[in-house]
């Protein structure tokens, strides 16, 4: 059996295979612009992403820009998203950032990390986002799964999302960043995912760790 691959050797193959597998990823949100990108990514905390897109059909049916959006009430967008669960906070969120997006920057979306991490409910993550994939900033938006695969893969040991960031950071180009984070989501989703792979089964773990006996432990952020 082959010895397990250097750090070097795990980048260049994972960049080189996740290109080959998915070379032009799609936002998996369904969205039309900044603005439902931004609130499509706030429901999926804590939820899927399919859940997600068979909510914000209705939910923009009713008001897809701040203007239409802070007309309405916190109850009635709420039952709206209820199955996207913790309804009560995103759906104040949403009339929240709404308001202030109409107050304070003319109904857009603002292109700066600090605006947007400001707006309630929006988090670094999902700032990261609509960064990356609206306003094409270099970012690498970084959740408990792609988490998880960092460090099956040996690119991390960060003990939290931030850390893990800032490692992937580190290792991989700044003009892969963007392509990257959903490039490693779909293949957790297809090959690597939580109960699918223990860091033994799957291609790129296979791969990058030949000779690993037990299933890898990884850091809970």
Known sequence: MSANMLKQERV????????????????????????TLLVAVLLSAQCTDERVNLVTPALFALADNPFDMAKESVETIREIIKPCGLSPQKSKAIRGLSEILINEHGGEVPQDFESLERLPGVGHKTASVVMAQSFGVPSFPVDTHIHRLAQRWGLTRGRNVSETERDLKRVFKKSRWNDLHLQIIFYGREFCSARGCDGRVCEICTTCYPTRKHPKRVNKP
Not at 14 to 34: A, F, G, T, W
Request: charged share 25%; net charge negative.
């Open 12 to 35: 260049a193959f994972i960049d080189k295979r996740l290109q080959e597998l998915y070379p032009n990823p799609p936002v998996p949100l369904d969205h039309s612009d900044p603005y």
